[in-house]
């Protein structure tokens, strides 16, 4: 999955690079989401939105987007997540599980916590925050359904560095059954 973030730029270029994206994309199967706006997704067709706090609220995105396109919402803490609108939504994101350049004011839960609320939620969890190809391993055993990863991903070689996450994702998989 590919989310959409381009929080310094004004709406028309998001919209035009959004579109460009999606063209670009729409032959592989990979869904494109977007993040923050409900509406923007709603407007371009994109496969869904990603909400944090600051966001409009899951059922205004719902409302927007119907059924069948994607809601994700990031959470902080097990309270969060537990109170957050689960039948709406097809996804929690969950962390910082490590410290984060990208977010440095939140405070990491670790793969403990990560792994205390993948045992209380029925939908699928992803692991943000800190995740590199050094400690990918270990947040797949805490039970991450999936990763979300910015900084490991565009150091250095983006190419090999999404290969490699792919592969080491695809042999942790091939090793649950």
Sequence with gaps: MIQYRAKGIGPDERRTDLLEIMAAASSTGIPIIVNDDPILAAETGADGVHLGAEDPPP????????????????????????SA?????????????????????????GTEGFARLRSKVQ???????????????????????????????????????????????????????
């Design 59 to 82: 059922e205004q995105a719902r409302s927007l987007l119907g059924p069948g396109r994607i809601i994700g919402l990031t959470v902080h803490s097990i309270d969060e997540a537990l």
């Design 85 to 109: 609108p689960l039948d709406l939504i097809d996804y929690i994101a969950y962390g910082a599980i490590f410290s984060s350049s990208v977010k440095p004011e939140v405070t990491p839960v």
């Design 123 to 177: 939908i699928p969890v992803i692991a943000i925050g800190g995740i590199s190809l050094e400690n990918v391993e270990e947040v797949l055993d805490a039970g991450a359904d999936g990763i979300a990863a910015v900084t490991s991903l565009l150091s250095g070689d983006i190419r090999k560095n999404c290969f490699t996450f792919r592969q080491i994702i695809d042999r942790r998989k091939g090793g649950r059954g």
